[in-house]
C-alpha cells in the first residue's frame, strides 16, 4: 500500500521539478530547490467527463477525467489546472524584448493587446490526483456551505463516529514522515517523536515567489486528528511548531514572524495534526474566520484550559453534499 502511494508523490514532485526548470536560468534568485526533470502524468488519455469546478479570478479549472481507456474500463483522474503568479524580473525582460502581441484597440493614451509569452513564462501548475475515488470527484465541486456549531457533545456524538467511520487515507502523510516522499523538499525538522514535527512547502506553493509562500508543519506524532484532540499535554509540541517554524522560515525565505500567518483548520482537510505558515499578504484559501485557528491563540487557549477544545462549541461550514451535514441535521431531527 505504501509503494504505489509513495511514487504517486514522486511522480507529483517530478512535475512541479519541471517547472522549475522551465525558470531556470531566466529567474536567479529563485526561491525553488531540488532537482529538474521531464516527466509524464501516471497515466495516459484524458477524456473530459466533467469541469467541477472554475474560476477567472483565480485562473483555476478542476476537471474530472476518464483515463487508462485503452487498457482496460479506464480509472478516474481529477487535474487542477492552475496559470502561475507573474515573477517581476521574467515579465520585466519580456517587455524590454519583442514579445508577440496582438493588438486588440487602441485609443487615445490606452492600448490593449494579447501577449504571447514564451513556453517559459506561460505556465500552468498542474495537480493530479490519480486515481481518484469518488470522495475525491465529491470535494472539488462547487456547492453551497451550510454553518453548523459543532459543541463539545456533538463532536463526540455525530463527527467522531462520522470519522472514524470513514476509510480516509493520510498514507502521503506517513510518506512524508517516513522519507519516502518530498525528503529533498523538508526544510526544517525537529525529529523528536512526541514534540518534533516537519516543515515543508504545501502542494499549493511552487516556491517561486514569497508572495504566496504556503508551508505546512506536519507532527511526528500519530494519533491526533485535529485541534478537538489537543490538550495542555501538546503545548511543548504546539510551542515547537510556532517558534522553530517561524524560524526556520526567516533562515531559509528571509520572511519574518511579523509578516506570517500560522493557523490551524477546522475542519481539517486531512486527520493528522498539522500547522499552516502562510505570507499574511495572500489570503489563502481556508484563511476566514469560520475555518483558521491561529496557532498562537491555540496555544493560550490551552494554558487557560487544559480541555478547552473538548468542551467549547466550535463552528464552521460544510458543503451542501457533506454527509457529516446529513448527520448533524439528522441528530437535531431526532
Ligand atoms: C491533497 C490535502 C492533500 C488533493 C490535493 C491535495 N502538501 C497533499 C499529497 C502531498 C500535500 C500537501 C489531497 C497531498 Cl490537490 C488531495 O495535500 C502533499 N504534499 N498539501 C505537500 N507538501
Redesign the pocket.
Known amino acids: 500500500m505504501a509503494e504505489p502511494a509513495a511514487q504517486g508523490?514522486k511522480r507529483k514532485r517530478e512535475e512541479e521539478e519541471e517547472e522549475e526548470e522551465a525558470v531556470e536560468g531566466a529567474e536567479a534568485a529563485s526561491v525553488g530547490n531540488g532537482t529538474a526533470g521531464p516527466a509524464r502524468f501516471p497515466f495516459t488519455g484524458f477524456r473530459l467527463q466533467k469541469v467541477l469546478r472554475e474560476s477567472a479570478r483565480d485562473k483555476t479549472l478542476f476537471l474530472h477525467g476518464k483515463v487508462n481507456e485503452s487498457s482496460g474500463d479506464g480509472q478516474d483522474a481529477v487535474v487542477?489546472l492552475e496559470k502561475t503568479p507573474f515573477q517581476v524580473d521574467e515579465v520585466a525582460q519580456l517587455l524590454a524584448g519583442n514579445p508577440e502581441l496582438r493588438l486588440r484597440l487602441s485609443n487615445d493614451v490606452y492600448s490593449n493587446y494579447q501577449l504571447a509569452p514564451p513556453p517559459q513564462l506561460s505556465g500552468v501548475k498542474a495537480?493530479v490526483?490519480f486515481p481518484a475515488t469518488a470522495k475525491?470527484l465529491q470535494k472539488y465541486g462547487r456547492q453551497e456551505l451550510h454553518m453548523v456549531e459543532e459543541s463539545g457533545e456533538d463532536y463526540t456524538n455525530i463527527t467522531l463516529p462520522y470519522l472514524e467511520a470513514q476509510s480516509l487515507s493520510i498514507q502521503?502523510v506517513y510518506n512524508i514522515l517516513d522519507k519516502k516522499a518530498?525528503a529533498e523538499?523538508i526544510i526544517y525538522e525537529n525529529p523528536d517523536p512526541s514534540d518534533g514535527f516537519i516543515l515543508?512547502?504545501?502542494?499549493?506553493w511552487d516556491q517561486k515567489q514569497l508572495e504566496d509562500l504556503y508551508l505546512?508543519a506536519i507532527c511526528h506524532r500519530r494519533g491526533i486528528k485535529s485541534l478537538r484532540d489537543l490538550t495542555a499535554e501538546h503545548l511543548p509540541l504546539l510551542r515547537n511548531i510556532q517558534r522553530e517554524g517561524q524560524e526556520a522560515i526567516l533562515q531559509r525565505y528571509g520572511v519574518g514572524p511579523d509578516r506570517l500567518r500560522v493557523y490551524l483548520h477546522y475542519q481539517p482537510?486531512?486527520y493528522h495534526l498539522h500547522v499552516h505558515f502562510t505570507a499574511l499578504g495572500h489570503e489563502a484559501p481556508g484563511t476566514g474566520v469560520e475555518r483558521a485557528h491561529l496557532l498562537a491563540e491555540v496555544i493560550e487557549n490551552l494554558q487557560l484550559a487544559p480541555r478547552h477544545y473538548q468542551c467549547r462549541t466550535l463552528r464552521y461550514a460544510l458543503r451542501a453534499d457533506d454527509p457529516l451535514l446529513a448527520c448533524f441535521r439528522a441528530a437535531a431531527g431526532s
Not at 515543508?200 to 499549493?204: A, F, S, V, Y
Open positions: 508523490g487542477i495537480t490526483v475525491h502521503w518530498e523538499r515543508l512547502p504545501d502542494l499549493k505546512i482537510s486531512y
